[in-house]
């Protein structure tokens, strides 16, 4: 006669265990090793797309917002009117968005969800290929995303809306004002309204130096704020964390300046 072993109680309890913990294991770091609900993609991101650039963020709530700026031709950066935005989940390894509102028609339409693979995502690099067209997408991350415990930027100043003409290279070249809308960004809310006499004396000074080479990218505009970070540092003290700049025009027409001016004021 055969005789048939059975396992204890406690044995099979214990493969149960290794079984469950085993299974969760797996949905927790899914097939690609990556976290499955797309916390990775928290923030703000930047794709250059020929003159169209897209600052893409997304949020803990799965909604996501655009601002589109392009590249025209009396100034090389101009801040779209509007925006676009909507909603957004991870699935499987790809990056469903659904557009819900656009105010602005450059490569988002309502009610379209567009569908991404996600070939790379990490804490600087985004990239992405659209499933209907082949076509690859890469991201730059705008600013790292703040560490647990870190606090949000406490306080922004805001400076009064700042034109100067540009430098020359040639003298029969033509007259060029640069336009800039910024604010100071403080992690001390308790930090005072009014700052150092020398800031816009000094800021006034660096731009007015500055050629049409010198702020004809968005590249070259980050370059320039890092720059003006940098001077600004010693009048602003240790509270002073970042620049934003909010709005940029270029322009050789009187009328954009003006048109500049009071949408800021």
Request: hydrophobic share 40%; glycine share 6%.
């Amino acid at each position: 006669m055969q005789v048939v072993k059975t396992e204890t109680k406690p044995r099979l309890l214990l493969k149960l265990k290794v079984i469950l913990l085993m299974g969760c294991f797996a949905l927790l770091t899914g097939c690609g090793g990556k976290s499955t609900d797309g916390d990775f993609l928290l923030g703000s991101w930047r794709i250059e797309d020929q003159s169209v650039h897209h600052l893409v963020t997304f949020r803990a709530n799965h909604t996501w917002e655009a601002e589109v700026r392009t590249e025209g031709q009396y100034s090389k950066i101009v801040k779209k009117r509007g925006g676009v935005n909507g909603t957004w989940q991870v699935d499987q390894g790809r990056l469903n968005m659904t557009t819900l509102k656009a105010a602005i028609d450059i490569g988002w339409q309502e009610g379209l969800t567009e569908v991404f693979a996600i070939l790379e995502g990490n804490k600087t690099i985004l990239k992405l290929q659209q499933i209907h067209t082949g076509k690859l997408k890469t991201f730059k991350r705008v600013r790292s995303r703040k560490k647990d415990g870190q606090k949000d930027v406490a306080a922004a100043i805001v400076m009064r809306p700042i034109v100067v003409n540009l430098s020359k290279m040639r003298a029969h070249a033509k007259d060029r004002f640069l336009c800039v809308s910024l604010a100071l960004n403080m992690n001390d809310p308790s930090v005072p309204s009014r700052v150092h006499p020398r800031v816009r004396e000094t800021t006034l000074f660096y731009l007015s130096s500055l050629t049409y080479m010198d702020v004809n990218t968005n590249a070259k505009i980050d370059e320039v704020k890092g720059r003006l970070f940098s001077l600004l540092k010693p009048y602003m003290g240790d509270q002073f964390t970042d620049i934003d700049i909010r709005r940029v025009v270029v322009t050789t027409n009187s009328k954009k300046i003006e048109s500049f001016l009071a949408a800021d004021s």
